[in-house]
């Protein structure tokens, strides 16, 4: 009986034949020489991405005395997009010869995460902080990082000169899903908000604002209500809302989870979703499109937002100064947020 025969896993010298070139080219690509044109470069990493080639942390680590490793903190597991932007940021570091270690917590205060002593057990060479922040932190976590370790963040202390931020502009989104509504002819749009004083809370308020002023819509704080972005706190501001006995014909919350817990609520009540009331979330996770009824919504890039992270966070430790001079025309496109258009908003054009 015949051995079954195992897959090969892909070498440096796969990648090296595949984009014509030689095995030290793509060595000098994967440690960011500068004897590398961008052409060269780019064709190299194309084909890496390609053959999902991922270089041996271990025997690197070994030949170059570094550890190659990234340490990761986040403030949950739970939200869709969170994860995301995880997968996106491990995906890359794989494919570029790094390994991650994560430090999170199910956490749902507005506090920001607690420290767990990884960094200097697991030697890590850079941290990505993957939580947005809020007015009310005291940047603990940095306590705990020496100064000279590059960090980078998703919005976590980003007015520290120490501190790279890559932000994904959800303010524009949050303006753009408000003005298709009022495109649709609704005057009166009540809102469910992410936790109070988080980064993205603020930003989106701000879209919110804007839209309304831009409309000549005069703000009413009585249609905002707050929530912590997860389904049972969208579920208890739509009932909050009804308890009010204001009248809104549209709703926008801050995430999915919240918008999906209260259309529920609304039809519980008898309230038809578009008919009565129009729902837009925000994130675009995947069951929005599988949610009775479909979900309009703001996309948001969590995966590219994460690759964007790592990369400029590996670049970081390489010793770049201007590791944003790196993002090309398409990375900083792929952060970009979108309308999505489905039944909940009344409006789906398929």
């Given at each position: 009986?015949?051995?079954?025969?195992?897959?090969?896993?892909?070498?440096?010298?796969?990648?090296?034949?595949r984009?014509?070139?030689?095995?030290?080219?793509?060595?000098?690509?994967?440690?960011?020489?500068?004897?590398?044109?961008?052409?060269?470069?780019?064709?190299?990493?194309?084909?890496?991405e390609?053959?999902?080639?991922?270089?041996?942390?271990?025997?690197?680590s070994?030949?170059?005395?570094?550890?190659?490793?990234l340490?990761?903190?986040?403030?949950?597991?739970?939200?869709?997009?969170?994860?995301?932007?995880?997968?996106?940021?491990?995906?890359?570091?794989?494919?570029?010869?790094?390994?991650i270690?994560?430090?999170?917590?199910?956490?749902r205060s507005?506090?920001e995460?607690?420290?767990?002593?990884?960094?200097?057990?697991?030697?890590?060479e850079?941290?990505l902080?993957?939580?947005?922040?809020?007015?009310?932190?005291?940047?603990?976590?940095?306590?705990?990082?020496?100064e000279s370790?590059?960090?980078v963040?998703?919005?976590?202390?980003?007015?520290?000169?120490?501190i790279?931020?890559?932000?994904?502009?959800?303010?524009?989104?949050?303006?753009e899903?408000?003005?298709?509504?009022?495109?649709?002819?609704?005057?009166?749009?009540?809102?469910?908000?992410?936790?109070?004083?988080?980064?993205?809370?603020?930003?989106?308020?701000?879209?919110y604002r804007?839209?309304?002023?831009?409309?000549?819509?005069?703000?009413?704080?009585?249609?905002?209500?707050?929530?912590d972005?997860?389904?049972?706190?969208?579920?208890?501001?739509?009932?909050?809302?009804?308890?009010?006995?204001?009248?809104?014909s549209?709703?926008?919350?801050?995430?999915?989870?919240?918008?999906m817990?209260?259309?529920?609520?609304?039809?519980?009540?008898?309230i038809?979703?578009?008919?009565?009331?129009?729902?837009?979330?925000?994130n675009?996770?995947?069951e929005?499109?599988?949610?009775?009824?479909?979900?309009?919504?703001?996309?948001?890039?969590?995966?590219?937002?994460?690759?964007?992270?790592a990369?400029?966070?590996?670049?970081?430790?390489?010793?770049e100064?201007s590791?944003?001079?790196?993002?090309?025309?398409?990375?900083?496109?792929?952060?970009?947020?979108?309308?999505v258009?489905r039944?909940?908003?009344?409006?789906?054009?398929?």
């Open positions: 009986m015949s051995k079954p025969v195992r897959n090969r896993k892909t070498t440096i010298r796969d990648v090296a034949a984009a014509g070139v030689s095995y030290q080219t793509v060595s000098r690509v994967l440690n960011n020489s500068t004897q590398v044109s961008q052409g060269t470069r780019e064709q190299v990493l194309r084909v890496i390609e053959l999902e080639y991922s270089p041996d942390p271990v025997a690197t070994l030949a170059t005395n570094r550890s190659y490793t340490g990761m903190i986040t403030a949950t597991f739970t939200g869709n997009s969170m994860v995301r932007v995880l997968e996106g940021a491990d995906t890359y570091a794989l494919q570029n010869g790094y390994q270690v994560i430090s999170g917590e199910e956490h507005r506090s995460p607690l420290y767990l002593p990884f960094i200097k057990r697991q030697r890590v850079g941290v902080i993957i939580y947005h922040g809020s007015k009310n932190d005291h940047h603990q976590i940095l306590r705990d990082i020496p370790m590059p960090v963040s998703t919005g976590y202390a980003f007015n520290l000169k120490n790279l931020a890559v932000r994904v502009n959800t303010r524009k989104g949050a303006k899903a408000i003005a298709h509504l009022i495109g649709l002819g609704h005057r009166s749009i009540a809102m469910i908000t992410g936790a109070a004083g988080a980064y993205e809370t603020v930003e989106r308020n701000k879209g804007n839209a309304l002023k831009q409309a000549g819509i005069r703000y009413d704080p009585s249609l905002v209500v707050e929530g972005w997860f389904v049972e706190s969208g579920y208890q501001a739509a009932l909050i809302l009804s308890a009010t006995g204001r009248r809104f549209a709703i926008f919350a801050h995430s999915d989870r919240m918008a817990g209260c259309i529920s609520a609304l039809v519980e009540q008898g038809r979703v578009p008919e009565d009331v129009a729902v837009i979330g925000f675009d996770i995947e929005a499109r599988y949610f009775s009824p479909s979900l309009s919504t703001v996309y948001y890039p969590a995966y590219q937002h994460g690759r964007i992270c990369k400029m966070l590996i670049a970081l430790t390489k010793g100064k590791p944003a001079s790196r993002l090309s025309a398409d990375d900083l496109m792929s952060l970009e947020t979108r309308l258009v039944r909940s908003c009344g409006a789906y054009f398929k």
